[in-house]
T-cell receptor
Framework: QKEVEQNSGPLSVPEGAIASLNCTYS??????FFWYRQYSGKSPELIMS????GDKEDGRFTAQLNKASQYVSLLIRDSQPSDSATYLC??????????FGTGTRLTIIP | GAVVSQHPSRVICKSGTSVKIECRSL??????MFWYRQFPKQSLMLMAT?????????EQGVEKDKFLINHASLTLSTLTVTSAHPEDSSFYIC??????????????FGSGTQLSVL
């Protein structure tokens, strides 16, 4: 069974601080990894994709991938109240489908 | 990014009726679309993979006779919930992959359909 695991939270972070979201996955051979943001009642929105070990930065967002340890993380710098949402980790296990984690609810406290 | 249009955004129906949800890729061709279902405070669960011109592939536990999927063109896939019951009430989301993005291409989601069966 190929699985993606996330801490459901809620994770509360003060405005302006760094929010750190983590995700582990079960298949060492996985190649592509994604972070989606989902506001309540809305569909997911792609935030970051990462395919190789290391860090990938895009504005205030940094995705980190460690294939040996089978985890992928998302850092949000200078957190804003608008970042409050559920963040979904998704992994492509090589079969064209995406498997999603249960999501982490993030709340940014003004 | 690529745009995927889904409608209706919300539907309320009586138990026993059928509901059709449409998903369109507006600025790209999608040979494959995916249909997900999401219950409150839970993650997205893949229901089926819709392939243009062929039968959909359903995930284990998803009733193919209840959730009819048609992918008649490169830009349109439909999901019909037949004889809907209250337990089918959920948030249904379609997605498509834009192959212009490359091999590890990303999924783009429609805006979702909130189905409420009374």
């Amino acid at each position: 069974q190929k699985e993606v695991e996330q801490n459901s939270g809620p994770l509360s972070v003060p405005e302006g601080a760094i929010a750190s979201l983590n995700c582990t996955y079960s298949d060492r051979g996985s190649q592509s990894f994604f972070w989606y943001r989902q506001y309540s009642g809305k569909s997911p929105e792609l935030i970051m994709s990462i395919y190789s070990n290391g860090d990938k930065e895009d504005g205030r967002f940094t995705a980190q991938l460690n294939k040996a340890s089978q985890y992928v993380s998302l850092l949000i710098r200078d957190s804003q109240p608008s970042d409050s949402a559920t963040y979904l980790c998704a992994v492509n296990f090589g079969n064209e489908k995406l498997t999603f984690g249960t999501g982490t609810r993030l709340t940014i406290i003004p | 990014g690529a745009v995927v249009s889904q409608h209706p955004s919300r539907v309320i129906c009586k138990s026993g009726t059928s509901v059709k949800i449409e998903c369109r890729s507006l600025d790209f061709q999608a040979t494959t679309m995916f249909w997900y279902r999401q219950f409150p405070k839970q993650s997205l669960m893949l229901m089926a993979t819709s392939n243009e011109g062929s039968k959909a592939t359903y995930e284990q536990g998803v009733e193919k006779d209840k959730f009819l999927i048609n992918h008649a063109s490169l830009t349109l896939s439909t999901l019909t919930v037949t004889s809907a019951h209250p337990e089918d009430s959920s948030f249904y989301i379609c997605s498509a992959r834009d192959r212009r993005q490359g091999f590890n291409e990303k999924l783009f989601f429609g805006s979702g359909t909130q189905l409420s069966v009374l």
